[in-house]
């Protein structure tokens, strides 16, 4: 049997395919950017036709690499940039209209109008989530609403899904998504793990439109196109692939992820923990046959996007790649703090009437003290998330594992490590997104026999202990909260 497992990591600015041997050994990997569509502030877009492209071509690229054939491969796994909206029509298989990204704040009076004298946690005991623009639901109701689509949606015509569904769709004709992408839509019940059709009336979505909900990991069906015969095995959200590439398989472990935005997820096991302290209660993931397993989350909207703003909206840097020996050429940060509120603030505050702002600007400042503020922001907002979660879950963690592209600038580590108080931990594949995919796939078909044996390719790269003084952390946390405050009450 093939012991070679792909992934599909469809993410926020591009478009990737990797293939892992039964090691968790990276065999080959293809990766292409795809447009960011910015129509009017506050509005994030992307082409779907062109991201079906794009994945189509990384999947021959990838194969092409390695000398490999589509029957080379025991599985393939998706995970997807999440909340992302696709609504097509079921018969051309064509987009009605761009994609809404997640990161897109054009739905704020459609939620403002839901939430009503109940507020933003009108929804929450039911779904775990907030009202709030991020959501998939109200983004489907606002395509409906602008291209009067409303009644060809209730007559079943076309479709609507996150990108794990359109990608299913191109793949396997399927329409379908799993738990973990469903819980992101404010359409799902979050005990039940179905649609929840009272939900679906008040926030105007017909039912006709939803994929069938599936586990993440288990037998979904056969590929065609560029994967012909490739078992679909797995699908699962971008950061709870990168939960279960993390092994964070046991209640009380955690990951953050840094990546466009970040994501810290915990581990909260089979019973779904709600928010006090502003976090998401969501899915962490569902093998077939076994009980849905929970999380915690904390989403932050800006932190490697913020470094791809300095590079091509500022010029202060030619790639990305710059920003940690600039930030290195200043001692400190010089009292500067940068609030990258570009699409409002997410959690813990959920604001979106919140704005970007660097402040402390004095003549002493310069670009340096910019890009380490820049580089800041993403440990700051972080240490928000951990202590609302310590505070929601009763879990003093102790260690947290961290992945994605920033996590390479040891710097920003150790300063991450010193604001959270616990050890910082990073593995030695940090491209977990598409690992937990791979994972996922490659346990349904067995290349894995259980997550023990997943947990045992799980190995330890690098780790940063505290070393600044408790005092000092909490000070400059404290002058980042007053920066935060004055974000607000913008829009």
């Not at 039940?192 to 059709?197: E, V």
């Not at 999380?295 to 300095?310: F, K, M, P, R, Y």
């Not at 994972?439 to 799980?458: E, H, K, M, P, Y």
Request: aromatic fraction near 8%; include cysteine.
């Amino acid at each position: 049997m093939a012991d070679l497992v792909g992934a599909i990591d469809q993410g926020t600015s591009s478009s990737r395919f990797m293939i892992f041997d039964s090691e968790a050994n990276v065999v080959s990997v293809a990766q292409e950017e795809h447009r960011q569509i910015f129509p009017r502030p506050g509005w994030v877009e992307h082409d779907a036709a062109e991201i079906w492209a794009t994945t189509a071509n990384v999947i021959e690229e990838a194969l092409d690499k390695a000398s490999l054939a589509p029957s080379d491969l025991a599985a393939v796994g998706i995970t997807n940039q999440r909340e992302t909206t696709v609504v097509w029509d079921r018969a051309t298989g064509e987009p009605v209209a761009n994609a809404i990204v997640w990161q897109d704040t054009r739905t704020a009076d459609i939620c403002a109008d839901l939430a009503g004298s109940e507020g933003i946690d009108r929804y929450r005991a039911r779904t775990g989530l907030p009202l709030a623009t991020y959501f998939a639901g109200p983004k489907v109701r606002w395509l409906l609403d602008e291209h009067d689509l409303g009644g060809r949606a209730a007559r079943g015509e076309l479709a609507f899904g996150t990108i794990d569904s359109w990608l299913a769709w191109n793949l396997t004709g399927l329409h379908v998504t799993d738990v973990t992408n469903a819980s992101r839509t404010l359409l799902m019940d979050l005990v039940t793990t179905g649609w929840d059709s009272d939900l679906c009336m008040e926030i105007g979505v017909p039912t006709h439109m939803l994929p069938d909900i599936v586990s993440s990991v288990g037998d979904i069906g056969a590929c065609g196109g560029p994967l012909e015969g490739v078992p679909l095995a797995a699908i699962l959200g971008d950061q709870h692939a990168a939960l279960f590439g993390q092994a964070c398989f046991t209640p009380g472990e955690a990951k953050n992820t840094y990546g466009t935005g970040n994501f810290m997820l915990m581990n909260t096991g089979t019973e779904p923990v709600h928010s006090d302290a502003g976090l998401i209660s969501t899915v962490g993931y569902r093998i077939e046959g076994e009980d849905t397993v929970y999380a915690l989350e904390g989403s932050i909207a800006v932190t490697g996007s913020l470094i791809q703003w300095l590079r091509d909206n500022l010029g202060i840097i030619s790639s990305a790649d710059e920003v940690e020996g600039l930030a290195a050429s200043v001692e400190d940060n010089g009292d500067v703090y940068f609030v990258p509120a570009f699409s409002g603030l997410f959690a813990p505050h959920w604001r979106p009437d919140a704005r970007g702002v660097i402040v402390g600007l004095t003549r002493f400042a310069n670009k340096g003290h910019i890009a380490r503020a820049a580089l800041e922001a993403a440990a700051y907002q972080s240490a928000d998330i951990l202590e609302a979660m310590t505070e929601d879950s009763g879990v003093a963690l102790s260690e947290v594992r961290v992945d994605g592209g920033m996590t390479a600038n040891s710097a920003l580590m150790q300063f991450q490590a010193d604001l959270l108080g616990v050890e910082v931990v990073r593995p030695v594949i940090t491209e977990t997104t598409a690992l937990g995919a791979a994972f996922g796939a490659g346990l349904a078909t067995g290349v894995w026999s259980n997550l023990d044996q997943i947990r045992t390719l799980w190995s330890e790269d690098a780790r940063w202990a505290p070393q600044m003084p408790p005092d000092v952390a909490s000070r400059l946390h404290e002058r980042w909260s007053q920066a935060v405050d004055r974000s607000l009450d913008w829009v």
